[in-house]
């Protein structure tokens, strides 16, 4: 079956260290994009990459870094310079990022610091 | 930047028609409308999107007014399964990242 896949689901850090949220996709998809959401509220872009050794910054890159060494991949590292870091984080792809191309999501990691 | 407004939540009985609208008074001639729904602890997922003609779908409607300044998603006969919030956003057929940022949404509940 084609998707996206996240992991972990669930992912606790103490203060102070980076870690790395995983995303693959085996939609064949160039573009792909991560989103942090905070309870009740809407999803916000953090980074996204439209083709591969390529991503800009969203929204609220701030303390985040990402990479896209390989088409199918691109994780997202949360560092220890993110000051709240507590959050529902989604990752998503599309075709590419234009007007009609819809973009699939994975079931998010949930990220809880201590 | 091209934004949306919709209302907070709304409630519907089940089995009947829901009107879901979305404001978007700055809307360029490119933007594409798009809506996603996005269940308890899910990602979101696609619904349906159009440019200027009402479009259909297994899922649903979106009647686009003429002026394309709003926007109306149709669940013709809701279920208990179509609460979710539901967002409205614009997607540029030029590309880049303006509008990939998803607001509030709709918080859609169904009355058994």
């Known amino acids: 079956d084609g998707g996206i896949t996240q992991s972990p689901k669930y992912l606790f850090r103490k203060e102070g260290q980076n870690v790395t949220l995983s995303c693959e996709q085996n939609?064949?998809?160039?573009?792909m994009y991560w989103y942090r959401q905070d309870p009740g509220q809407g999803l916000r872009l953090i980074y996204y990459?439209?083709?591969?050794?390529?991503?800009q910054k969203g929204d609220i890159a701030e303390g985040y870094s990402v990479s896209r060494e390989k088409k199918e991949s691109f994780p997202l590292t949360v560092t220890s310079a993110q000051k709240n870091p507590t959050a529902f984080y989604l990752c998503?792809?599309?075709?590419?990022?234009?007007?009609?191309?819809?973009?699939?999501f994975g079931p998010g990691t949930r990220l809880t610091v201590l | 930047d091209a934004k949306t407004t919709q209302p907070n939540s709304m409630e519907s009985n089940e089995e009947e028609p829901v009107h879901l609208p979305c404001n978007h008074s700055t809307i360029s001639g490119t933007d594409y409308i798009h809506w996603y729904r996005q269940l308890p602890s899910q990602g979101p997922e696609y619904v349906i999107h159009?440019?200027?003609s009402n479009v259909n779908n297994r899922m649903a409607s979106l009647a686009i007014a003429e002026d394309r300044k709003s926007s109306t998603l149709i669940l013709h006969r809701a279920t208990l399964r179509d609460a979710a919030v539901y967002y409205c956003?614009?997607?540029?057929?030029?590309?880049?990242?303006?509008?990939?940022?998803f607001g509030k949404g709709t918080h859609l509940i169904i009355q058994p």
């Open positions: 990459s439209q083709i591969v050794n390529d991503f």
């Open positions: 159009g440019l200027t």
């Open positions: 998503a792809s599309s075709i590419d990022l234009g007007g009609t191309d819809t973009q699939y």
């Open positions: 956003i614009l997607v540029n057929s030029g590309g880049g990242a303006d509008g990939l940022t």
């Open positions: 939609l064949n998809h160039d573009a």
